[in-house]
């Protein structure tokens, strides 16, 4: 494996979008998001990180192929069901936030580090933009879910070792398609934060 972690912008990253919503559509299918996606939806998403000023995008490449992606955008260009729980809070100003969009990799790829990269380079994106505050956001399923895979494991630890802290009081819904269902519903999302000293 020749595995290379690089920001895209630009040419390279609208010739890149097809193989980010392959990888969103692949890897968003199993739990805990259970992602019934469709490449239409997934183009016009990701053309918002060709568009929005200040956006950020991070590949991860095996040779030329790419095997995993990682995205941030300044949260005033977000979504207001992602807005919202930092503008009703009195402790953050919503200019000061780096929004942490998806990390998504192919299963043969993780456990060699390249989630500390994707975090790293985010990282040092909003270091850039000037913003002290970085945050996203992670479904919350029931541990009896019927579709939990037995020996999932949460990603909770590795967050919490990246200096996120999980905030019960900040939370949203995000609605999607999920595999069996017929259209879209709203489900349960809770934010984790790291503010820089």
């Known amino acids: 494996m020749t595995l290379h972690v690089s920001p895209a ?6 010739a890149a979008l097809p193989d980010l919503a392959r990888l969103r559509m692949t890897v968003f299918r199993d739990f805990p998001y259970l992602y019934e996606g469709s490449a239409d ?3 016009r998403y990701l053309e918002t990180y060709l568009q929005a000023p200040g956006a950020f995008v991070v590949l991860a490449r095996d040779g030329d192929r790419v095997v995993g992606a990682s995205t941030a955008l300044p949260l005033l260009h977000e979504t207001p069901e992602v807005r919202r729980p930092f503008e009703q809070s009195p402790e ?8 942490l969009g998806e990390s998504v990799l192919l299963p043969d790829y993780r456990g060699q580090g390249l989630g500390h990269a994707f975090f790293d380079q985010r990282e040092a994106h909003a270091r850039t933009l000037g913003l002290p505050v970085t945050a996203f956001c992670a ?3 029931s541990p009896s879910h019927p579709a939990r895979p037995a020996g999932h494991r949460p990603l909770n630890a590795f967050w919490q070792a990246r200096g996120y802290a999980e905030r019960p009081d900040l939370q949203t819904e995000m609605s999607w398609q999920e595999l069996g269902e ?8 809770r934010f ?3 503010q820089s000293p």
Do not use: H, I, N, S
Not at 9 to 14: F, M, S
Not at 182 to 189: D, N
């Open 41 to 43: 939806y997934e183009q």
């Open 92 to 99: 953050f100003d919503p200019a000061q936030v780096l929004y």
């Open 182 to 189: 017929v259209q879209e519903t709203p489900k349960p999302m």
């Open 139 to 141: 479904v919350q399923r």
């Open 192 to 194: 984790w934060v790291r």
């Open 9 to 14: 912008t630009g040419a390279e990253l609208r």
